[in-house]
């Protein structure tokens, strides 16, 4: 056992966060008094909660929806700089990535409200530019204008900003080896005390249970899972996945289960794994190799899942079974 190993303890604390709980995973000496950091740790989740949820009608972000066009707002710092990655990754992938869904995710019963059959025929008829082309941002002064009507909904992007400044609260407090998450979505500081990554398990894109499709060797990155297994809904008898089709105001008919993504900030990984379940592994996965994207699309078959891996980490770094010890926080 190494010395480093001896003379720390680990550290696990957790608390609740949209809708779901965040944790922290580290290591520090015994006499570290990790109060103050708990706090900081929930502070910083409970900020991104108040600027950016669609299920809190005081937030920023439903501020700046109930705002007419042409119109700038003043928002908060860290909002408009989420709101920046969100239109770069939309330009970047074509549109597939759009924050400008708001009324469709509504309309399907996606938000705080049941489908409305209604809103799924106005979403399904509506012509929409993408978001990039109707959201202004005034970085120097923290302001927003949209220039037609549209309604922003960041739920592809906010969690894994959340993992980000969780991951710098604890560097705020000198730690520099740590794993932090929301949900699946997660973010790996340094190496583990014993020198090794962090191992993240990749879960199988099954609905009916929770279970390890493989590993994952993480150091000083993110990870993000976007996949058709968890959140869904019943429209007509028809089973409905989260993921909508920017082009069509209508959820996916088709993808991948599941598409994983390792990046530097769990917000770019967040961002590219919901555009990537929108191209596919084909299309999704040209572009992921032009970024230099590390990417895993698990695709369903009559017996299973294929595999289809972009980038070196998951060829030589993502490890079938789930049969070797593995990180777990919470």
């Not at 025929?121 to 949209?146: G, I, S």
């Not at 996945?241 to 082009?247: E, R």
Request: glycine fraction near 10%; include cysteine; proline fraction near 5%.
């Amino acid at each position: 056992m190494s010395k480093m190993s001896i003379e720390t303890e680990r550290r696990a604390l957790n608390g609740p966060t949209m809708g779901t709980r965040w944790s922290a995973l580290f290591y520090t000496t015994e006499a570290f008094d990790r109060g103050p950091v708990r706090d900081a740790l929930q502070a910083a989740v409970d900020e991104v909660d108040a600027q950016m949820s669609t299920w809190r009608p005081d937030s920023d972000l439903m501020r700046l929806n109930a705002s007419p066009p042409g119109v700038w707002v003043e928002v908060p710092r860290r909002l408009v700089e989420v709101l920046r990655l969100a239109l770069d990754i939309g330009r970047a992938s074509g549109g597939a990535f759009d924050i400008g869904m708001g009324d469709a995710v509504a309309a399907w019963g996606f938000g705080s409200a049941a489908a409305d059959r209604r809103l799924i025929r106005n979403a399904l008829d509506a012509a929409r530019q993408p978001t990039h082309a109707v959201l202004e941002l005034d970085m120097p002064n923290a302001r927003v204008r949209k220039t037609a009507p549209i309604t922003l909904d960041l739920n592809g992007i906010a969690k894994g900003y959340g993992v980000d400044r969780l991951a710098e609260t604890l560097r705020d407090f000198g730690i520099s080896s740590g794993l932090v998450g929301i949900d699946g979505e997660m973010r790996a500081l340094g190496l583990r005390p014993n020198g090794q990554p962090w191992a993240i398990a990749i879960e199988a894109p099954a609905a009916d249970r929770r279970a390890s499709h493989s590993l994952l060797a993480l150091q000083d990155a993110a990870v993000a899972t976007s996949g058709d297994y968890r959140h869904v809904v019943t429209v007509q008898g028809q089973r409905l996945s989260h993921t909508m089709d920017p082009i069509t105001g209508a959820p996916l008919r088709s993808s991948p289960a599941s598409v994983t993504v390792v990046a530097r900030s769990c917000a770019e990984a967040d961002a590219w794994a919901t555009a990537l379940m929108v191209l596919g592994s084909t299309t999704g996965g040209e572009l992921a190799a032009r970024h230099g994207l590390d990417v895993l699309f698990l695709i369903r078959e009559a017996n299973g899942f294929k595999a289809h891996a972009v980038g070196p980490l998951f060829d030589g770094g993502a490890v079938p079974g789930a049969d070797r010890e593995r990180s777990a926080i919470g």
